[in-house]
Protein backbone atom coordinates (compact mmCIF):
# COMPACT_ATOMS: atom_id res chain seq x y z
CA UNK A 1 0.00 0.00 0.00
CA UNK A 2 1.20 3.54 -0.82
CA UNK A 3 2.21 6.06 2.01
CA UNK A 4 -0.52 8.33 2.80
CA UNK A 5 0.04 12.58 2.85
CA UNK A 6 -3.60 13.05 3.73
CA UNK A 7 -3.41 13.67 7.39
CA UNK A 8 0.26 15.11 7.38
CA UNK A 9 -1.42 17.84 5.18
CA UNK A 10 -4.53 18.92 7.30
CA UNK A 11 -2.00 18.91 10.46
CA UNK A 12 -0.93 21.94 8.68
CA UNK A 13 -4.20 23.66 9.18
CA UNK A 14 -2.78 25.20 12.27
CA UNK A 15 -0.34 26.93 9.78
CA UNK A 16 -2.80 29.05 7.92
CA UNK A 17 -3.61 32.67 9.87
CA UNK A 18 -7.14 33.55 8.74
CA UNK A 19 -8.07 37.50 8.58
CA UNK A 20 -5.07 38.09 6.75
CA UNK A 21 -5.60 41.99 5.97
CA UNK A 22 -6.60 42.39 9.38
CA UNK A 23 -4.64 43.85 11.95
CA UNK A 24 -5.26 41.28 14.71
CA UNK A 25 -4.93 41.47 17.99
CA UNK A 26 -5.02 37.85 18.46
CA UNK A 27 -3.95 35.49 15.62
CA UNK A 28 -6.06 33.28 14.73
CA UNK A 29 -5.46 29.82 12.62
CA UNK A 30 -7.34 27.76 10.52
CA UNK A 31 -7.50 24.54 12.52
CA UNK A 32 -8.62 26.83 16.00
CA UNK A 33 -11.08 28.19 13.74
CA UNK A 34 -12.62 24.33 12.29
CA UNK A 35 -12.83 23.17 16.09
CA UNK A 36 -14.70 25.89 16.81
CA UNK A 37 -17.32 25.90 14.01
CA UNK A 38 -17.69 21.86 14.77
CA UNK A 39 -18.38 23.17 18.67
CA UNK A 40 -21.41 25.56 17.47
CA UNK A 41 -22.12 23.02 14.01
CA UNK A 42 -22.94 20.62 16.85
CA UNK A 43 -25.05 22.75 19.24
CA UNK A 44 -26.95 24.15 16.31
CA UNK A 45 -28.09 20.32 15.16
CA UNK A 46 -28.84 19.47 18.32
CA UNK A 47 -31.03 22.66 18.79
CA UNK A 48 -32.80 22.06 15.75
CA UNK A 49 -33.83 18.47 17.18
CA UNK A 50 -34.00 19.49 20.86
CA UNK A 51 -36.40 22.21 20.14
CA UNK A 52 -37.28 22.33 16.90
CA UNK A 53 -38.46 18.71 16.49
CA UNK A 54 -35.77 18.23 13.41
CA UNK A 55 -33.58 14.82 12.97
CA UNK A 56 -30.38 16.20 12.05
CA UNK A 57 -27.30 14.35 12.90
CA UNK A 58 -24.59 16.38 15.16
CA UNK A 59 -22.15 14.35 15.17
CA UNK A 60 -21.85 14.38 11.53
CA UNK A 61 -22.33 17.95 11.51
CA UNK A 62 -19.32 18.36 13.72
CA UNK A 63 -17.65 16.05 11.84
CA UNK A 64 -18.16 18.03 8.31
CA UNK A 65 -17.29 21.43 10.42
CA UNK A 66 -14.07 20.17 11.06
CA UNK A 67 -12.95 20.06 7.43
CA UNK A 68 -15.06 22.87 6.27
CA UNK A 69 -11.97 24.74 5.46
CA UNK A 70 -9.23 22.17 4.63
CA UNK A 71 -9.03 23.05 1.42
CA UNK A 72 -7.38 26.33 2.57
CA UNK A 73 -4.20 24.73 3.39
CA UNK A 74 -3.61 24.47 -0.27
CA UNK A 75 -5.62 27.72 -1.32
CA UNK A 76 -4.48 30.10 1.73
CA UNK A 77 -7.71 31.92 3.54
CA UNK A 78 -8.55 34.30 0.43
CA UNK A 79 -9.93 37.64 2.07
CA UNK A 80 -13.78 37.96 2.45
CA UNK A 81 -13.60 40.85 0.57
CA UNK A 82 -11.70 39.38 -2.36
CA UNK A 83 -13.32 35.89 -2.19
CA UNK A 84 -16.93 37.85 -3.20
CA UNK A 85 -15.75 40.61 -5.04
CA UNK A 86 -17.67 39.33 -7.92
CA UNK A 87 -19.51 36.29 -9.78
CA UNK A 88 -16.17 35.59 -11.98
CA UNK A 89 -14.03 35.60 -9.10
CA UNK A 90 -16.81 33.44 -6.97
CA UNK A 91 -16.49 30.99 -9.78
CA UNK A 92 -13.23 31.19 -10.50
CA UNK A 93 -12.28 30.48 -6.89
CA UNK A 94 -15.22 27.87 -6.60
CA UNK A 95 -12.92 26.25 -9.32
CA UNK A 96 -9.25 26.66 -7.24
CA UNK A 97 -11.47 25.03 -4.27
CA UNK A 98 -12.74 21.92 -6.04
CA UNK A 99 -9.16 21.58 -7.86
CA UNK A 100 -7.51 21.21 -4.01
CA UNK A 101 -10.06 19.47 -2.58
CA UNK A 102 -9.43 16.67 -5.43
CA UNK A 103 -6.13 16.83 -4.76
CA UNK A 104 -6.14 16.39 -0.82
CA UNK A 105 -8.26 13.29 -1.45
CA UNK A 106 -5.70 11.87 -4.10
CA UNK A 107 -3.63 12.20 -1.36
CA UNK A 108 -5.83 9.14 0.50
CA UNK A 109 -5.51 5.20 -0.29
CA UNK A 110 -8.21 4.75 -3.21
CA UNK A 111 -10.19 2.71 -1.03
CA UNK A 112 -10.73 5.92 1.79
CA UNK A 113 -10.83 8.72 -1.35
CA UNK A 114 -15.06 8.62 -1.26
CA UNK A 115 -15.84 8.81 2.26
CA UNK A 116 -13.31 11.54 2.65
CA UNK A 117 -14.50 13.35 -0.52
CA UNK A 118 -17.93 13.95 0.71
CA UNK A 119 -16.89 14.87 4.23
CA UNK A 120 -14.61 17.72 2.26
CA UNK A 121 -17.53 18.64 -0.06
CA UNK A 122 -19.66 19.69 3.19
CA UNK A 123 -21.84 15.91 2.66
CA UNK A 124 -25.10 15.33 0.72
CA UNK A 125 -27.31 16.71 3.75
CA UNK A 126 -29.10 20.15 3.12
CA UNK A 127 -29.56 21.00 6.97
CA UNK A 128 -25.87 20.08 7.37
CA UNK A 129 -25.01 22.23 4.97
CA UNK A 130 -26.82 25.18 6.60
CA UNK A 131 -26.09 24.69 9.79
CA UNK A 132 -22.26 24.24 9.52
CA UNK A 133 -22.68 27.53 7.14
CA UNK A 134 -24.42 29.72 9.99
CA UNK A 135 -21.86 28.12 12.58
CA UNK A 136 -19.03 28.93 10.50
CA UNK A 137 -20.38 32.53 10.33
CA UNK A 138 -21.38 32.77 14.05
CA UNK A 139 -17.36 31.82 14.57
CA UNK A 140 -16.30 34.66 13.09
CA UNK A 141 -18.44 37.31 14.71
CA UNK A 142 -16.80 35.50 17.63
CA UNK A 143 -13.73 36.17 16.45
CA UNK A 144 -14.83 40.06 15.50
CA UNK A 145 -16.46 41.00 18.86
CA UNK A 146 -13.33 39.23 20.46
CA UNK A 147 -10.53 41.67 18.37
CA UNK A 148 -13.24 44.59 19.46
CA UNK A 149 -13.25 44.34 23.64
CA UNK A 150 -9.28 44.15 23.01
CA UNK A 151 -9.42 47.66 21.38
CA UNK A 152 -9.04 46.78 18.02
CA UNK A 153 -11.48 48.82 16.08
CA UNK A 154 -10.27 47.07 12.40
CA UNK A 155 -13.00 44.63 12.88
CA UNK A 156 -16.11 47.03 13.22
CA UNK A 157 -17.23 46.89 10.12
CA UNK A 158 -16.76 43.24 9.58
CA UNK A 159 -18.85 42.48 12.99
CA UNK A 160 -21.68 44.50 11.89
CA UNK A 161 -21.57 42.79 7.96
CA UNK A 162 -21.09 39.19 9.83
CA UNK A 163 -24.22 39.75 12.53
CA UNK A 164 -26.49 41.00 9.66
CA UNK A 165 -25.21 37.62 7.29
CA UNK A 166 -26.37 35.48 10.54
CA UNK A 167 -29.69 37.23 10.61
CA UNK A 168 -30.30 37.44 7.51
CA UNK A 169 -30.03 33.60 7.39
CA UNK A 170 -33.65 33.31 9.31
CA UNK A 171 -32.56 30.78 11.22
CA UNK A 172 -34.46 29.81 14.57
CA UNK A 173 -31.07 27.96 15.68
CA UNK A 174 -28.50 30.96 15.28
CA UNK A 175 -31.13 33.57 16.56
CA UNK A 176 -31.33 31.29 19.59
CA UNK A 177 -27.10 31.30 19.41
CA UNK A 178 -27.30 34.86 19.86
CA UNK A 179 -29.66 35.31 22.31
CA UNK A 180 -28.94 32.44 24.99
CA UNK A 181 -24.86 31.89 24.28
CA UNK A 182 -22.92 35.30 22.63
CA UNK A 183 -23.18 37.17 25.55
CA UNK A 184 -21.20 34.91 27.21
CA UNK A 185 -17.94 35.70 24.85
CA UNK A 186 -18.50 39.39 26.27
CA UNK A 187 -17.33 37.63 30.05
CA UNK A 188 -14.08 37.39 31.76
CA UNK A 189 -13.25 34.40 33.16
CA UNK A 190 -13.88 35.04 36.50
CA UNK A 191 -17.62 36.16 35.19
CA UNK A 192 -17.51 32.70 33.33
CA UNK A 193 -16.48 30.59 37.07
CA UNK A 194 -19.00 32.40 39.10
Same mark, same amino acid.
Given at each position: ?6 ? +? ?34 ? #? ?19 ? +? ?24 ? @? ?28 ? @??? *?? +? *? ?46 ? *??? #? ?9 ? #? ?5
Amino acid at each position: MNKSGFF +AMISRMKYINRWSLMRNTVSENLSEHSLEVAFIAHL #LCVLRNKRFGGNVNAEKAALI +AMYHDTTEIITGDLPTPVKYYNSDIR @SAYSDIERNAADKLISQLPEDLRDEYALII @SGG *DD +A *DIKELVKAADKISALIKCIEERQMGNTDFKEAEAATLKIIKDMHLKEA *DIF #LDEFMEGYGLT #LDQLTK
